[in-house]
């Protein structure tokens, strides 16, 4: 491993070469060198309550309130959609929830990831909810929908939350169906959480998209309901309770949704309940998970970027 530091900005050309004494060879390496980041990083843009006034964003806008949102939001509650055909919605919540509380229950549905697609679904209807209708009455119709939605999901979503805060109902119902009848997943019997042998199984993935859904309905509800908030934050304490460095476990997943959820909540819990200038914040442990994470990645594929150590690639 060769490294190489410069004093300068600038374009350079580094030349390597190797003489076994036999034989020789050189490379070329061209480097662009420039200045570091601010020492103080650029402050995230949390969405709020706002109009949409430019004529092409207020149409875009309408359509996804009163047509994409909704049309998620209906196939999300369907139970009759056909295997690995976009199976897997609510229900999959629902039959964890029976499972955690030792009730009958049946199998997760879909695609081993399918939880994703309601927690975004959660995510957009937060930033719908953020929207001045301006009187629109088809606005108005599809924004009360969506909060009966809410109303409806949110019970079911933390229901099959673990009590340690892990959330992840493929995992939950993993003994109704195991990872290798599930799409997109592990070749095998899911036995532990954060296996390196069911690092398929989109376990970062989809707690990710749950924070950051987490947020956006902080940020709805101007922090009425902590609900999500407060499950987010259990979650990401699961996470940094068994993450880390000895004696924790390494680890890391095949997709790094973890990893900016990890930043973003980390920044915003500092926001929320830090005090001004105070090191450490109450959220600079998820953002360290975030790194320990991303630092772990090495002896994989290039596929998910684990090939090498992040700093390599």
């Known amino acids: 491993v060769t490294t190489a530091t410069f004093s300068a900005p600038g374009d350079y050309v580094l030349r390597v070469t190797a003489d076994s004494g036999s034989g020789r060879a050189s490379s070329t390496l061209a480097v662009k060198v420039e200045l570091p980041p601010p020492a103080r990083p650029l402050t995230p843009v949390d969405t709020t309550f706002h109009t949409v006034t430019g004529a092409f964003w207020a149409g875009r806008t309408r359509a996804l309130i009163t047509s994409w949102i909704p049309h998620c939001i209906a196939q999300i509650n369907r139970t009759d959609i056909a295997h690995n055909r976009g199976d897997g919605g609510i229900d999959s919540f629902v039959e964890a929830g029976k499972a ?23 995510e957009a209807i937060c930033l719908a909810l953020m929207v001045d209708p301006e009187g629109d009455g088809e606005v108005l119709a599809a ?8 109303d409806d999901w949110i019970p079911k979503i ?11 109902t493929a995992f939950t119902l993993r ?4 990872a290798a009848g599930y799409p997109a997943a592990a070749r095998g019997p899911w036995t532990a ?22 947020i956006n309905h902080y940020m709805m509800t101007g922090g009425r309901d902590r609900r999500l908030y407060d499950a ?9 309770d068994h993450i880390g460095p000895a004696p ?34 109450p959220g600079d442990r998820y953002i360290a998970l975030a790194r320990f994470l991303l630092d772990c990645r090495n002896g994989g594929s290039q596929y998910d970027q684990s090939h090498l150590p992040v700093q390599q690639q």
């Open 232 to 240: 987010a934050k259990k979650l990401a304490d699961c996470w940094a």
């Open 193 to 214: 959480r954060w296996s390196p042998e069911a690092r398929p199984n989109h376990e970062g993935y989809v707690a990710g998209y749950f924070i950051e859904s987490a």
């Open 143 to 150: 924004q009360a929908k969506m909060r009966a939605t809410l």
């Open 158 to 168: 933390l229901a099959a939350q673990h009590p340690d805060g892990y959330l992840h």
């Open 175 to 178: 003994g109704s169906a195991p």
């Open 100 to 122: 955690l509380r030792g009730e009958p229950h049946g199998a997760h549905k879909g695609y081993v990831f399918s939880n994703a697609w309601v927690h975004q679904t959660v």
């Open 248 to 281: 924790k476990q390494e680890w890391f997943d095949g997709h790094q949704e973890m990893e900016q959820a990890l930043v973003r909540f980390g920044r915003f819990v500092n926001e929320q309940e830090g005090k001004p200038g105070a090191s450490p914040g």
